[in-house]
Antibody, heavy 117, light 109 residues
Framework: EVLLVESGGGLVQPGGSLRLSCAAS????????MNWVRQAPGKGLEWVSY????????YYADSVKGRFTISRDNAKNSLYLRMNSLRAEDTAVYYC??????????WGQGTLVTVSS | QSALTQEASVSGTVGQKVTLSCIGN????????VAWCQQISHGAPKTVMF??SLPSGIPDRFSASKSGTTASLTVSGLQPEDEADYYC???????????FGGGTKLTVL
């Protein structure tokens, strides 16, 4: 069974930083591209970032470009999202999502990030 | 405003067939496959269709199709547990980003 478990969310002040992690199991992480997708309270889904299986290709949504950094450690079966210069509008549940042929395949349960003073 | 357009709400009775639509353009739906995910009561989303493939464990009353720049998700034999928000998504090569629809709230009457 594919399992994606996010962690690292919490309350952070505007301008602060946070690092999210996603632990993958039930499949070979190194064979898949991965994404982060977020959902602000009461809003729809928003794609945040993509990383290819070998980290050779990385993309970001314009809303986070220059502030967020996606990375992965296939040996540790883990995906990460480093978030700097956080803003109130970054408040959301962040989901780790497996990619299958450029489509969102499997989702984690999410971790809540709240940016507030 | 979302890059993909979905109905805000759709409703149907138990056993009925309903179709949800997702309208895009030639840069996204017109060129790439579409995935559909289901979100029940603001829980974690679950993919119910990706391209024309039904993920393991998803009942075969779910089906998908695409015509030009419009994708559709059909639920045949609607069940109470199908009540949820549904989102479509695909790659947009002009935006160099994955895009979502705004979501459709499916209500089972």
């Amino acid at each position: 069974e594919v399992l994606l478990v996010e962690s690292g969310g919490g309350l952070v002040q505007p301008g602060g930083s946070l690092r999210l992690s996603c632990a993958a199991s039930g499949f070979t992480l190194s064979s898949y591209s991965m994404n982060w997708v977020r959902q602000a309270p009461g809003k729809g889904l928003e794609w945040v970032s993509y990383i290819s299986s070998s980290s050779g290709s990385i993309y970001y949504a314009d809303s986070v470009k220059g502030r967020f950094t996606i990375s992965r450690d296939n040996a540790k079966n883990s995906l990460y999202l480093r978030m700097n210069s956080l803003r109130a509008e970054d408040t959301a549940v962040y989901y780790c999502v497996r990619d299958h042929q450029m489509l969102f395949d499997s989702w984690g349960q999410g971790t809540l990030v709240t940016v507030s003073s | 405003q979302s890059a993909l357009t979905q109905e805000a709400s759709v409703s149907g009775t138990v056993g009925q067939k309903v179709t949800l639509s997702c309208i895009g353009n030639s840069n996204n739906i017109g060129s790439f496959p579409v995935a559909w995910c289901q979100q029940i009561s603001h829980g974690a989303p679950k993919t119910v269709m990706f391209g024309n493939s039904l993920p393991s464990g998803i009942p075969d009353r779910f089906s998908a199709s695409k015509s030009g720049t419009t994708a559709s998700l059909t639920v045949s034999g609607l069940q109470p547990e199908d009540e949820a928000d549904y989102y479509c998504s695909t790659w947009d090569h002009s935006l160099n980003a994955w895009v979502f629809g705004g979501g459709t709230k499916l209500t089972v009457l």
